[in-house]
């Protein structure tokens, strides 16, 4: 027990840690604070371990920002990175959870008291990390950190580490936790609650709107990955039937047997990667699946619908424990490649084009736009839309979501650091040459040769066979404009993995096996937050006619969804039809949009904790320092988008010259149908751009004013739910420890017969 604090429910006084009686009948539903001192005490070889690991982590680093000569070994990434995160979940996230959550286990999670088989449903800690993580990593640690490569590896590696550990992790730890002492509510739902109905509403309709560019993006990136390619669609199509024999497998044929059903899963995912390329050299499978990208992004469109309308352990949990295995493990397994192989990166730290800004991939200086393309994988406002959509339902005890939300982050970097490397480890002028838009290399061999040679970069001197043999080593008809990240993704791992595996023999079965985990990766926080965004849509409509409200009620779920859909789905065909490249003008915009997310979720929870109490106010910085820079980075970059000059910078710069071009009919820039798509494309952006901008200045002057306030009275209104006393018991982390194991041991019987009864 702590004092007690003036925070509020109603009118009267609570405690932040009010009495909870567990049934006595039961075995303990949560170990003891005896229990946790012991697991916790320093002993000598724990020391060693630490510091070891702690020197280990310094001379990587070293080697990365100081040493560094013309070339640097890729295993110094791996190092730095792992060393980086086992301390900061180590130490940092229990700085968190010791002096902000604060959790007890001794309280039901909301999937325990409102268990409907649908939406709440207590779930094993370890399919609700490969759920979690598969639904957080999407596009943007694929993508980001490949397109930021042009600015150099060292200020994206940085950014990627550093900024996990003390901005992106902690706000999918904070926000997870905080959603689920309130029911699983949304961002928008909570900022409605802590911020008032002007700063509520701003974030429900920052929310709604932002959610429709993300997922827009991270669909656009499937369809740039698949488009032409039978392989990939084969496979990854056959991912859908696989998901859902595992749900109906893992709930009525033999419930609770994970390790078994994970087994298949994967034995049946293997079969589909190289079904797939059987398929793919038959005449009826170029038939059937080779499809171009308009038709795939109607594809993606009627996938999430359905995925987001149907009970989420039928699709949604078992597609993303499936992705999970493959995600974790390829990384894995690319780490270990680079390892065994040591690839010498001859990228330089610092590009000419992270000084200048003018880089062909994507325009703008070092500071903001980094910070802003390397949004995933350091700090991702989407995650806050998983982290208060479908994860907080879903999560057994409290003590859990350090694991699934702080480790689940930490796990998205290392994606994000693996896909940095790929990036940098293969030749300097195929990656500008795949990541070019195709206005500037006409879509040719032969035109890409010639700008990727007129850039005038040391040591790149590009020539038509090295990109034709390349194209053949993979398996494709090219490999030329293949924006998005994916692509360059594939490449780079098939390339790595080619010398550690197999040889260039298996250089085509690597590079579709890459495809089919990004795709794997994207879709399912395509389908997931469909799923968040019709959550949201319910709630919002819900003050108007409440009984959207109600998430079981299924015409409300059909046209919430419908309407999300059809938002997304709008953007998506823009992006594809892009003459521009989609991604290289849409992803900027995105990057923004996410990152301005983040800081409308760092201000909710910074507000959140203000009100818990007088004890809470001196560890506000760990929330607000994010929050701080977050804001900086994100408001520079809209008003370098808003309002830079420069057309290859500014959305409105660029409007305007191509509306000139199409008054005068200057063709220069491209014909009329050209010149109309850009014109029709800057102006969305640029104007969702304004209006991101000044919703989320709105939320955060909110926040600032409430904690003010908080802080000055010594605390604020509860909206917690009332707690329950739990009936559950299970570990907090991956790996039990020995009283965890003696606990569950005593709790197998009873759980054992909720499991079978849940079947029925």
Same mark, same amino acid.
Not at 175 to 204: D, H, N, P, W, Y
Not at 243 to 261: H, N
Not at 314 to 339: E, H, N
């Given at each position: 027990?702590?004092?007690?604090?003036?925070?509020?429910?109603?009118?009267?006084?609570?405690?932040?840690?009010?009495?909870?009686?567990?049934?006595?009948?039961?075995?303990?539903?949560?170990?003891?604070?005896?229990?946790?001192?012991?697991?916790?005490?320093?002993?000598?070889?724990?020391?060693?371990?630490?510091?070891?690991?702690?020197?280990?982590?310094?001379?990587?680093?070293?080697?990365?920002?100081?040493?560094?000569?013309?070339?640097?070994?890729?295993?110094?990434?791996?190092?730095?990175?792992?060393?980086?995160?086992?301390?900061?979940?180590?130490?940092?996230?229990?700085?968190?959870?010791?002096?902000?959550?604060?959790?007890?286990?001794?309280?039901?999670?909301?999937?325990?008291?409102?268990?409907?088989?649908?939406?709440?449903?207590?779930?094993?800690?370890?399919?609700?990390?490969?759920?979690?993580? =598969? &639904? +957080?990593? @999407?596009? /943007?640690?694929?993508? !980001?950190?490949?397109?930021?490569?042009?600015?150099?590896? *060292?200020?994206? #590696?940085?950014?990627?580490?550093?900024?996990?550990?003390?901005?992106?992790?902690?706000?999918?730890?904070?926000?997870?936790?905080?959603?689920?002492?309130?029911?699983?509510?949304?961002?928008?739902?909570?900022?409605?609650?802590?911020?008032?109905?002007?700063?509520?509403?701003?974030?429900?309709?920052?929310?709604?709107?932002?959610?429709?560019?993300?997922?827009?993006?991270?669909?656009?990136?499937?369809?740039?990955?698949?488009?032409?390619?039978?392989?990939?669609?084969?496979?990854?199509?056959?991912?859908?039937?696989?998901?859902?024999?595992?749900?109906?497998?893992?709930?009525?044929?033999?419930?609770?047997?994970?390790?078994?059903?994970?087994?298949?899963?994967?034995?049946?995912?293997? =079969? &589909? +990667?190289? @079904?797939? /390329?059987?398929?793919? !050299?038959?005449?009826?499978?170029?038939?059937?699946?080779? *499809?171009?990208? #308009?038709?795939?992004?109607?594809?993606?469109?009627?996938?999430?619908?359905?995925?987001?309308?149907?009970?989420?352990?039928?699709?949604?949990?078992?597609?993303?424990?499936?992705?999970?295995?493959?995600?974790?493990?390829?990384?894995?397994?690319?780490?270990?490649?680079?390892?065994?192989?040591?690839?010498?990166?001859?990228?330089?730290?610092?590009?000419?084009?992270?000084?200048?800004?003018?880089?062909?991939?994507?325009?703008?200086?070092?500071?903001?736009?980094?910070?802003?393309?390397?949004?995933?994988?350091?700090?991702?406002?989407?995650?806050?839309?998983?982290?208060?959509?479908?994860?907080?339902?879903?999560?057994?005890?409290?003590?859990?979501?350090?694991?699934?939300?702080?480790?689940?982050?930490?796990?998205?970097?290392?994606?994000?650091?693996?896909?940095?490397?790929?990036?940098?480890?293969?030749?300097?002028?195929?990656?500008?040459?795949?990541?070019?838009?195709?206005?500037?290399?006409?879509?040719?061999?032969?035109?890409?040769?010639?700008?990727?040679?007129?850039?005038?970069?040391?040591?790149?001197?590009?020539?038509?066979?090295?990109?034709?043999?390349?194209?053949?080593?993979?398996?494709?008809?090219?490999?030329?404009?293949?924006?998005?990240?994916?692509?360059?993704?594939?490449?780079?791992?098939?390339?790595?993995?080619?010398?550690?595996?197999?040889?260039?023999?298996?250089?085509?079965?690597?590079?579709?096996?890459?495809?089919?985990?990004?795709?794997?990766?994207?879709?399912?926080?395509?389908?997931?937050?469909?799923?968040?965004?019709?959550?949201?849509?319910?709630?919002?409509?819900?003050?108007?006619?409440?009984?959207?409200?109600?998430?079981?009620?299924?015409?409300?779920?059909?046209?919430?969804?419908?309407?999300?859909?059809?938002?997304?789905?709008?953007?998506?065909?823009?992006?594809?039809?892009?003459?521009?490249?989609?991604?290289?003008?849409?992803?900027?915009?995105?990057?923004?949009?996410?990152?301005?997310?983040?800081?409308?979720?760092?201000?909710?929870?910074?507000?959140?904790?203000?009100?818990?109490?007088?004890?809470?106010?001196?560890?506000?910085?760990?929330?607000?320092?994010?929050?701080?820079?977050?804001?900086?980075?994100?408001?520079?970059?809209?008003?370098?988008?808003?309002?830079?000059?420069?057309?290859?910078?500014?959305?409105?710069?660029?409007?305007?010259?191509?509306?000139?071009?199409?008054?005068?009919?200057?063709?220069?820039?491209?014909?009329?149908?050209?010149?109309?798509?850009?014109?029709?494309?800057?102006?969305?952006?640029?104007?969702?751009?304004?209006?991101?901008?000044?919703?989320?200045?709105?939320?955060?002057?909110?926040?600032?004013?409430?904690?003010?306030?908080?802080?000055?009275?010594?605390?604020?209104?509860?909206?917690?739910?009332?707690?329950?006393?739990?009936?559950?018991?299970?570990?907090?982390?991956?790996?039990?420890?020995?009283?965890?194991?003696?606990?569950?041991?005593?709790?197998?019987?009873?759980?054992?017969?909720?499991?079978?009864?849940?079947?029925?």
């Amino acid at each position: 027990m702590t004092a007690p604090s003036s925070r509020r429910r109603g009118a009267s006084l609570v405690d932040d840690d009010p009495v909870i009686a567990t049934d006595p009948n039961l075995p303990p539903v949560a170990l003891s604070e005896e229990h946790h001192r012991r697991s916790n005490r320093w002993t000598l070889p724990k020391i060693l371990i630490w510091v070891a690991i702690a020197l280990l982590g310094a001379v990587a680093w070293t080697m990365l920002a100081i040493v560094r000569g013309e070339t640097v070994n890729a295993i110094w990434f791996v190092f730095a990175a792992v060393c980086t995160y086992l301390i900061g979940y180590r130490f940092y996230s229990k700085v968190i959870e010791k002096y902000i959550t604060r959790p007890d286990d001794r309280r039901a999670t909301p999937a325990e008291v409102r268990q409907d088989g649908k939406d709440y449903v207590p779930t094993d800690r370890r399919v609700l990390y490969g759920h979690h993580f =598969a &639904a +957080i990593a @999407g596009a /943007g640690p694929l993508v !980001g950190p490949v397109l930021a490569a042009q600015m150099g590896y *060292l200020p994206g #590696t940085i950014w990627i580490i550093v900024g996990v550990v003390l901005a992106g992790a902690v706000q999918d730890y904070t926000v997870l936790f905080f959603s689920m002492r309130r029911g699983g509510r949304t961002i928008g739902q909570m900022a409605r609650q802590e911020l008032g109905r002007i700063g509520g509403t701003a974030a429900i309709v920052a929310s709604l709107l932002i959610m429709l560019i993300i997922v827009a993006i991270l669909a656009l990136v499937v369809v740039n990955a698949l488009g032409e390619s039978p392989w990939g669609v084969f496979s990854v199509a056959m991912t859908i039937p696989i998901a859902l024999f595992m749900g109906v497998y893992l709930r009525f044929l033999r419930p609770g047997k994970v390790t078994e059903v994970s087994i298949i899963g994967f034995v049946l995912l293997m =079969a &589909a +990667i190289i @079904g797939g /390329g059987w398929v793919a !050299g038959t005449d009826w499978g170029q038939a059937i699946f080779h *499809l171009d990208r #308009t038709t795939i992004a109607w594809g993606i469109i009627i996938y999430g619908f359905i995925a987001a309308v149907l009970p989420v352990w039928l699709l949604l949990a078992p597609r993303d424990y499936l992705s999970t295995f493959m995600k974790i493990g390829v990384i894995v397994m690319l780490a270990g490649a680079i390892i065994l192989v040591r690839p010498e990166i001859s990228v330089p730290a610092v590009s000419i084009f992270g000084e200048n800004g003018l880089g062909p991939v994507f325009a703008g200086p070092l500071f903001p736009f980094l910070f802003v393309t390397i949004a995933c994988g350091a700090l991702s406002g989407f995650h806050a839309l998983i982290a208060s959509g479908t994860t907080p339902k879903l999560v057994e005890k409290e003590r859990q979501t350090r694991f699934i939300g702080y480790g689940g982050m930490l796990m998205e970097s290392f994606v994000a650091i693996m896909a940095l490397v790929a990036a940098i480890s293969i030749d300097q002028g195929i990656y500008f040459a795949m990541n070019a838009p195709s206005a500037v290399t006409q879509g040719t061999v032969e035109g890409a040769v010639a700008f990727v040679n007129s850039l005038g970069l040391t040591g790149v001197n590009i020539t038509p066979e090295m990109l034709t043999s390349t194209a053949a080593a993979v398996g494709e008809e090219t490999i030329v404009s293949r924006t998005g990240g994916a692509p360059t993704l594939a490449l780079g791992l098939a390339h790595i993995m080619q010398q550690a595996l197999g040889g260039q023999a298996l250089m085509a079965f690597w590079y579709h096996f890459a495809i089919m985990f990004e795709a794997l990766f994207i879709l399912t926080a395509v389908d997931a937050g469909t799923r968040v965004a019709r959550f949201m849509l319910q709630d919002s409509i819900g003050a108007w006619f409440p009984k959207f409200r109600d998430v079981s009620w299924r015409p409300g779920v059909w046209i919430c969804t419908a309407i999300m859909v059809a938002g997304w789905g709008a953007i998506l065909i823009l992006g594809v039809t892009d003459p521009l490249g989609g991604i290289n003008t849409f992803f900027p915009l995105f990057g923004i949009a996410n990152q301005l997310l983040a800081a409308i979720a760092l201000a909710v929870v910074l507000a959140i904790v203000a009100k818990r109490g007088r004890s809470y106010v001196k560890w506000l910085w760990i929330i607000a320092v994010p929050l701080a820079f977050t804001a900086v980075v994100t408001v520079t970059a809209s008003m370098y988008k808003i309002v830079s000059p420069v057309p290859s910078i500014g959305y409105w710069a660029n409007h305007f010259r191509y509306r000139e071009a199409l008054e005068t009919g200057d063709t220069s820039l491209g014909e009329p149908v050209v010149l109309e798509a850009v014109i029709r494309n800057t102006a969305v952006q640029g104007t969702l751009s304004i209006i991101f901008v000044t919703l989320a200045l709105i939320v955060m002057i909110a926040a600032v004013v409430v904690t003010i306030k908080a802080i000055r009275n010594g605390g604020g209104e509860n909206t917690e739910d009332e707690p329950v006393a739990s009936r559950r018991f299970a570990p907090a982390g991956f790996l039990p420890n020995a009283d965890e194991r003696a606990l569950e041991k005593e709790w197998e019987p009873i759980l054992s017969d909720e499991r079978k009864a849940s079947t029925h």
